[in-house]
Nanobody
Framework: QVQLVESGGGLVQTGGSLRLSCVASGRTSSTYHMGWFRQAPGKERESVSVISSNGGITYYADSVKGRFTISRDNAKSTVYLQMDSLRPDDTAVYYC????????????????WGQGTQVTVSS
């Protein structure tokens, strides 16, 4: 079992930055690929970014490439999402996810999910 707890959401102006954190509990959490998803009101959940268990492989949605950076610290069982140059269309609830294999996490068909943290970008 892996439990995920997100933090770091909030209200920010257009062009601002936020850093989301997701702490994973469980003895084998460092062996899971982890990612961030988001869901805006009235829209489907979408994959934002995923990082492999050792940090060597990353995936970014086209909409966030060059603005968001995913990283992880396995010693702290934590994955981060640095979000820069935020735009109003980044407004959503952001969820952390973990699982295997990598493509399953990218596709959102993974078993472990956090409760979400709200990110609101004002214009």
């Amino acid at each position: 079992q892996v439990q995920l707890v997100e933090s770091g959401g909030g209200l920010v102006q257009t062009g601002g930055s936020l850093r989301l954190s997701c702490v994973a509990s469980g003895r084998t959490s460092s062996t899971y690929h982890m990612g961030w998803f988001r869901q805006a009101p009235g829209k489907e959940r979408e994959s934002v970014s995923v990082i492999s268990s050792n940090g060597g492989i990353t995936y970014y949605a086209d909409s966030v490439k060059g603005r968001f950076t995913i990283s992880r610290d396995n010693a702290k069982s934590t994955v981060y999402l640095q979000m820069d140059s935020l735009r109003p269309d980044d407004t959503a609830v952001y969820y952390c996810a973990a699982g295997r294999p990598f493509q399953a996490v990218v596709g959102g068909t993974t078993q472990y999910w956090g409760q979400g943290t709200q990110v609101t970008v004002s214009s």
